[in-house]
């Protein structure tokens, strides 16, 4: 791809947090390279008009052959900027969920987000610049009942994010963790989760989340939780037994605590 501005590459561009993530880079100076599952043509419309370039790549990130088709597409195009977003959650009891699509999410959420930053960190680390923006989750600090194996990816990619960014201090490239809360995009919907507390009460804006996501990036910090409510749920999560975080998520994720019945 040809550009004469810094590019930015963001996965999960076709909705929510990562659309928003996507128009702040084209906002901010960047041409980017989109990825997600499905027609990002509302995304692309919404990047131009803003006076950037943007190339757009349907696949999915959950496999190699997604990876693969995404770093093609960069081809030997210098990566200024990765917001590795692509995500998705999946609710009710464990022993009740579809394994497959269980295994998706970890494939997606930790598989697919691990391969594409091997690739792309390799080669900011060898150009001596970068930044690397994840979505992770307030949600990795807590377990997540009715909602485990997502909550259990979100923890992982919390953790991972932290010693990534030790390991490439002295680098050039900075790596940093966006958190966010409960936000209003098609999340909680894709993840059968209309029927609970968390996923009918009202929700973050996801442009301001990624506003605050973007610029934590662009000044290099480490992570960036968004929203004061959250900052405090985080800071009692660290102080509070797992089993009352535990049962806290319960009621806020167990089928049937729709605050619309
Ligand atoms: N919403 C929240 O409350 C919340 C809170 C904390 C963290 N997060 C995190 O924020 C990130 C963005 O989620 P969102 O809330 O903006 O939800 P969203 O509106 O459902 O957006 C998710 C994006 O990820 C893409 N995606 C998911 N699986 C993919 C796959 N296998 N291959 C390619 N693209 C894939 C989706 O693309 P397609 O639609 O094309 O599949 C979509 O663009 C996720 O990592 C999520 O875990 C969300």
């Not at 659309?19 to 980017?32: I, T, V, Y």
């Not at 997540?144 to 010693?163: E, H, L, P, R």
């Not at 790596?175 to 059968?192: H, I, N, Q, S």
């Not at 000044?219 to 985080?234: P, Q, S, T, Y």
Request: proline share 2%; hydrophobic share 40%; with cysteine.
């Amino acid at each position: 791809m040809e550009t004469a501005r810094p590019l930015a590459v963001v996965t999960g561009a076709s909705s929510g947090i990562g659309l928003e993530l996507a128009l702040q880079c084209a906002s901010n100076g960047f041409d980017l390279v989109i990825a997600s599952d499905r027609s990002q043509t509302e995304a692309e419309r919404e990047i131009r008009a803003r006076g950037a370039k943007v190339r757009s790549v349907i696949t999915d990130l959950g496999t190699e052959e997604g990876i693969q088709q995404l770093v093609g597409a960069i081809g030997g195009t210098r990566v200024d900027a990765l917001l590795a977003n692509a995500g998705q959650g999946l609710g009710k009891a464990f022993l009740d969920q579809d394994f497959a699509a269980l295994r998706r999410i970890v494939d997606t959420n930790i598989t697919g987000t691990l391969a594409l930053i091997h690739r792309i960190g390799r080669t900011m680390r060898d150009q001596g610049a970068g930044r690397i923006l994840i979505t992770g989750s307030i949600a990795g600090f807590m377990p997540g009942t009715f909602q485990a194996v997502y909550n259990g990816t979100k923890a992982f990619i919390d953790s991972f994010s932290w010693a990534l960014r030790n390991e490439l201090q002295d680098t050039g490239v900075t790596v940093t963790c966006l958190m966010p809360g409960a936000t209003e995009t098609e999340f909680f919907k894709r993840a059968d989760m209309t029927d609970t507390k968390v996923g009918s009460q009202e929700k973050a804006d996801p442009a301001a989340v990624a506003r605050v996501g973007f610029k934590a990036m662009m000044d290099g910090e480490g992570d960036v939780i968004a929203g004061f409510k959250n900052k405090l749920m985080a800071a009692a999560a660290h102080v509070t037994p797992a089993s009352v975080l535990a049962e806290q998520h319960r009621k806020m994720a167990e089928p049937g605590t729709s605050e619309r019945h």
